[in-house]
């Protein structure tokens, strides 16, 4: 089983920044797609960025491109979700994911980390 914990969320004004950190352990990390997604309240989860095992690749979802950057460190074990100029409709519980090697299926999840923005 993989292991994933968030950090880094808060409550910010809106064009302001943060910093999602997520530390995995329990497979072989670098081998594994990474993604961010996030749930805001009444609403279903959605794809926020994805990042491929050694960090060549990455997607966004339309509503958050050139605002958040999705990185990775493998020799830390931990990806990074850098959000700025954010918005109140980005409010919401953000999830780091673990797909099965090359895959974008997602089958572990982190227990999530609430981000508040303010208008």
């Known amino acids: 089983q993989v292991q994933l914990v968030e950090s880094g969320g808060g409550l910010v004004q809106a064009g302001g920044s943060l910093r999602l950190s997520c530390a995995a352990s329990?497979?072989?990390?670098?081998?594994?797609?990474m993604g961010w997604f996030r749930q805001a309240p009444g609403k279903e989860r959605e794809f926020v960025a994805g990042i491929s095992g050694s960090g060549s690749s990455t997607h966004y979802v339309d509503s958050v491109k050139g605002r958040f950057t999705i990185s990775r460190d493998n020799a830390k074990n931990t990806v990074y979700l850098q959000m700025n100029s954010l918005k109140p409709e980005d409010t919401a519980v953000y999830y780091c994911?673990?797909?099965?090697?090359?895959?974008?299926?997602?089958?572990?999840w982190g227990q999530g980390t609430q981000v508040n923005v303010s208008s």
């Open positions: 994911a673990a797909a099965r090697g090359i895959t974008w299926t997602f089958d572990y």
């Open positions: 329990g497979r072989a990390f670098s081998a594994d797609n």
